[in-house]
T-cell receptor
Framework: NAGVTQTPKFQVLKTGQSMTLQCAQD?????MSWYRQDPGMGLRLIHY???????DQGEVPNGYNVSRSTTEDFPLRLLSAAPSQTSVYFC??????????FGSGTRLTVV | GENVEQHPSTLSVQEGDSAVIKCTYS??????FPWYKQELGKGPQLIID?????GEKKDQRIAVTLNKTAKHFSLHITETQPEDSAVYFC???????????FGTGTRLQVTL
């Protein structure tokens, strides 16, 4: 039981490049979400999903896309990276009933 | 939407003392309030949570209290130890939406 696995752990992108942050969970959770963490601002919700085929926007969705084709995976796509997207990204899965488990994060730098 | 405020932003206590972190929320429909501990370079880890039908919950040295009328909840850590040093986040959620809104975090330092 690996919990929530995020890859890669570190990434440097040039402005305008695209990439996908991967998130996988093996706990059969219906709910998955992506947060970004910036100094002094806590964790802000980007996108979330309540099940396969269902996604919705969070607080800061602009510049990010998601899809949920399976219960296990919830990738986050940056179509055209900008310096403002430099941040640490966390994926989480779980529920109000059982609590939420976070991955170890992806540290992204856009230059 | 929900807004969660957390105070203080930094807290320094001596080993063995108690630490208290307070949060307020804005949405009266929120009914789930978890607390997370984040160590350097790691993801947030759930340490305790409380639901709106409960006023207090304890787990060894950690306790959380909830005042629904005032819309605030607090984390209490007793007999603090150096390994309690970390950043602590509170959060609030309405159960049906399953979305967590986080406070801005409290950096707790336990000194010897």
């Amino acid at each position: 039981n690996a919990g929530v696995t995020q890859t890669p752990k570190f990434q440097v992108l040039k402005t305008g490049q695209s990439m996908t942050l991967q998130c996988a969970q093996d706990m059969n959770h219906e709910y998955m979400s992506w947060y970004r963490q910036d100094p002094g601002m806590g964790l802000r919700l980007i996108h979330y999903s309540v099940g396969a085929g269902i996604t919705d926007q969070g607080e800061v969705p602009n510049g990010y896309n998601v899809s949920r084709s399976t219960t296990e995976d919830f990738p986050l796509r940056l179509l055209s990276a900008a310096p403002s997207q430099t941040s640490v990204y966390f994926c989480a899965s779980g529920s109000v009933l059982y609590g939420y488990t976070f991955g170890s994060g992806t540290r992204l730098t856009v230059v | 939407g929900e807004n969660v405020e957390q105070h203080p932003s930094t807290l320094s206590v001596q080993e063995g003392d108690s630490a208290v972190i307070k949060c307020t929320y804005s949405d009266s429909a929120s009914n789930y309030f978890p607390w997370y501990k984040q160590e350097l370079g790691k993801g947030p880890q759930l340490i305790i949570d409380i639901r709106s039908n409960v006023g207090e919950k304890k787990d060894q040295r950690i306790a959380v209290t909830l005042n629904k009328t005032a819309k605030h909840f607090s984390l209490h850590i007793t007999e603090t130890q150096p390994e309690d040093s970390a950043v602590y986040f509170c959060a609030a959620s309405t159960g049906t939406a399953s979305k967590l809104t986080f406070g801005t975090g409290t950096r707790l330092q336990v000194t010897l």
